[in-house]
């Protein structure tokens, strides 16, 4: 997150309005005028905070990536073992998933709205998705090798991704609870060799 959205109240007001937009109706459906009307700010001072769509479309990831890896620092802290680390990232998605400000996942809709792997976009979305993996790959590396430790995240982080995928298609409630039986048997696998 960059020391602007810090730093300026407009700013950060213009982040929160384009999240709460972007994730209700979409990147390429949600236009700057809009976004301009329903933060309440003049297009010179949208412009000089952003200067294209784009560079807003990041920042908002940025601000929604650090807000998230922020949530689960306060749960981690109280994990005690990587079964109860990896518990804690399943509860969050579980709650978050009965919310009602659920609509699925920005960064899936942000992937699906802009692909290109040299766009800015997907590389936001790509730190988000990445600094997930590396989170469970660094609780894991307790108790098993850093290399299957990563093998095990990627297999946990599909699950997560399956399982949001699921809840924006109603069947949140299922998809965690399988998400949860199946990181069991594969963590008690991995740490029981």
Same mark, same amino acid.
């Given at each position: 997150?960059?020391?602007?959205?810090?730093?300026?109240?407009?700013?950060?007001?213009?982040?929160?309005?384009?999240?709460?937009?972007?994730?209700?109706?979409?990147?390429?459906?949600?236009?700057?005028?809009?976004?301009?009307?329903?933060?309440?700010?003049?297009?010179?001072?949208?412009?000089?905070?952003?200067?294209?769509?784009?560079? &807003?479309?990041?920042?908002?990831?940025?601000? +929604?990536? !650090?807000?998230?890896?922020?949530? #689960?620092?306060? *749960?981690s802290d109280? $994990?005690?073992?990587?079964?109860?680390?990896?518990?804690?990232?399943?509860?969050?998605?579980?709650?978050?998933?009965?919310?009602?400000?659920?609509?699925?996942?920005?960064?899936?809709?942000?992937?699906?709205?802009?692909?290109?792997?040299?766009?800015?976009?997907?590389?936001?979305?790509?730190?988000?998705?990445?600094?997930?993996?590396?989170?469970?790959?660094?609780? &894991?590396?307790q108790t098993?090798?850093?290399? +299957?430790? !990563?093998?095990?995240?990627?297999? #946990?982080?599909? *699950?997560?991704?399956? $399982?949001?995928?699921?809840?924006?298609?109603?069947?949140?409630?299922?998809?965690?609870?399988?998400?949860?039986?199946?990181?069991?048997?594969?963590?008690?696998?991995?740490?029981?060799?």
């Amino acid at each position: 997150m960059s020391s602007h959205v810090r730093g300026s109240g407009k700013r950060q007001h213009i982040v929160e309005t384009a999240y709460a937009l972007f994730k209700r109706d979409g990147f390429h459906a949600t236009g700057i005028d809009r976004i301009i009307a329903q933060a309440g700010v003049a297009k010179m001072t949208m412009y000089r905070h952003f200067p294209s769509k784009e560079e &807003l479309i990041v920042e908002v990831l940025d601000w +929604r990536t !650090a807000r998230f890896e922020s949530q #689960l620092d306060r *749960l981690s802290d109280s $994990a005690k073992t990587p079964d109860e680390g990896i518990a804690a990232i399943l509860g969050w998605h579980e709650r978050w998933f009965d919310s009602a400000d659920f609509h699925g996942c920005l960064f899936q809709h942000a992937l699906a709205e802009f692909g290109e792997p040299d766009h800015a976009v997907f590389a936001a979305v790509a730190r988000q998705k990445m600094s997930i993996q590396n989170r469970m790959v660094d609780m &894991l590396s307790q108790t098993m090798p850093p290399v +299957r430790a !990563a093998d095990v995240a990627m297999i #946990l982080f599909m *699950l997560i991704e399956a $399982a949001t995928m699921l809840a924006q298609m109603g069947q949140g409630k299922a998809a965690i609870d399988n998400a949860r039986k199946v990181a069991s048997v594969l963590l008690a696998r991995e740490i029981g060799e």
